[in-house]
């Protein structure tokens, strides 16, 4: 049992996380789920959002250590000749007359092979493909703007208006490509690169002859 930890306490915590915005209304006022959405949680501004949200998933990945080790038990107890129905009770699964969730490893194992928690646990968080049908497109759409990106460099780059072609091959870049950056996937050419007039310039970066520029074209913005 040393094993499992706290787990009456980790189970309050991520049930905790879990409950902001779905109390239900039991006035009989007719208010329903929206109800919650006034509950003090989803009123909090956290401004340290990544500790929280580090702290929040390092408890959750306990929890699942836990639970596994506390899934364990009925095996330690499988061939033991037990003389006590309490305790025949608390150590035998449902499908041997005991109390014990059956199908509690099953449940686990899902976790365990769908979440990296080594990494969950130091607050690097992200789903695994085939989890969540939204999260998919989601991601095929994020790979689907991507290509575009590329198809639209290697076609600019071999457009008789982009000059030296060899140059604008081999130094053009997409900058500012993180969630929170501002003016996001601007490109990046040398100064000695000519373009077309819809290249935008947004900044520039050094002086002379080293001058790269930032552009920003229509067909980005779209993208």
Known sequence: LKKTGDIERLLSRVHSMGGGGHQEDRGGNGGGATQGRYHPNDRAILYETEKHTKRKVGDFSKLLHGLKAAA???ELFENADIHSPMLAKIVRTTDAGGCFPADMKEKLDWFFDNFDLVQAAQGKFEPSRGMDEEYDEACDAIEDVKR??????????????????????SSWKYINTKEDSKDKYLIELPVSVNVPDDFFVKAKRGKGPKQVNKYRTSIVEQL
């Open 72 to 74: 364990e038990i009925p």
């Open 148 to 169: 575009q990106f590329a198809e639209y460099k290697e076609e600019m780059c071999s457009n008789s208006e982009v000059t030296p072609r060899h140059t604008a091959r």
